[in-house]
């Protein structure tokens, strides 16, 4: 996993420990590896003309996001207690 060395040098040592190949499955990233659900959402459209168009878009259920929001947050707060 750590296939290319480099010269140690103080200010930049942590560079030594980063995987070339790093795994996302696990602790805290393994509920950001599913795919979430897509919903396609269509509405209308009322141009400058006065026509009406038909837009097709995507989102995420309310659910996933608050979900990915609360990883978000944890994810935060451990890089800045990773920073102390």
């Known amino acids: ?3 290319q060395p480099v010269w140690w040098i103080e200010g930049w040592a942590w560079q030594s420990f980063i995987p ?4 996302f499955l696990f ?3 393994e509920s950001l ?3 979430p659900c897509i ?4 509405s209308s459209i009322f141009e400058e003309s ?3 168009r038909t837009q097709t ?4 259920p309310e659910d996933d996001v608050r979900a990915w929001r609360r990883e978000e947050d944890c994810l935060v707060k451990l890089a800045h207690a ?3």
Do not use: D, H, N, Y
């Open 27 to 29: 602790t805290p990233f």
């Open 57 to 60: 878009t995507f989102r995420m």
């Open 1 to 3: 996993m750590f296939k």
């Open 39 to 42: 919903e396609e959402v269509k």
């Open 50 to 52: 006065g026509q009406r």
């Open 82 to 84: 990773i920073k102390l």
């Open 33 to 35: 590896c599913v795919m």
């Open 20 to 23: 070339l190949a790093p795994s």
